[in-house]
């Protein structure tokens, strides 16, 4: 690892580094239901959803990818608006009282609730970091730089001298009293 990355990496905060593993995690789970959607969908006793198990695979690898960006925030709110479908569809899925799989189901839904947890914790606090980037930038108009103010900084340097041991550093003996050229 350079020098550089590394420095990159630690100026991250916790929530960028978070989203980051929740785009490599969505990465994951979004080729493995794109890639195996049957098999999801026997392990949790629902047959004949391919079709929406792949498309959330696709939800899942677009919110993966947007989530490695720059600014992860709109990929991570959509996870937060994923999880709340899957979270449905499994409910929905627990209707059916003769399924073989309902503790599967069950060990789904807590999963899912894990997730939607730490993508809305997330989420929330990529919002507040990366405000500025969505048009809300701070006002600054009123400050002046000068913690005193700039009417406490207005003649700060008159009368100024420089301090006897750094005296002859200077270049010009005549510039040591603060004298003017």
């Not at 080729?31 to 006793?45: N, T």
């Not at 690898?61 to 490695?68: D, F, N, P, V, Y």
Request: charged share 25%.
């Amino acid at each position: 690892m350079t020098h550089s990355s590394h420095r990159g990496r630690r100026s991250q905060s916790g929530a960028d580094r978070v989203a980051r593993g929740l785009g490599w995690l969505s990465l994951g789970i979004g080729l493995y239901k794109l890639l195996a959607p049957r098999r999801v969908g026997r392990s949790l006793g629902m047959r004949g959803v391919d079709g929406r198990v792949r498309a959330a695979g696709v939800r899942e690898l677009a919110s993966g990818i947007g989530a490695l960006s720059d600014n992860p925030t709109p990929a991570v709110w959509s996870r937060v608006g994923g999880d709340v479908l899957d979270l449905a569809a499994l409910t929905y899925a627990l209707k059916d009282r003769h399924n073989p799989k309902r503790q599967n189901l069950y060990l789904a839904l807590t999963a899912a609730g894990v997730l939607t947890a730490v993508d809305l914790w997330c989420a929330k606090a990529l919002s507040r970091r990366h405000a500025y980037q969505g048009g809300v930038t701070p006002d600054y108009r009123g400050r002046s730089g000068f913690p005193a103010g700039l009417a406490a900084a207005r003649g700060a340097a008159r009368g100024f001298e420089v301090p006897r041991d750094m005296r002859h550093a200077l270049p010009d003996p005549s510039m040591a009293k603060g004298a003017r050229r």
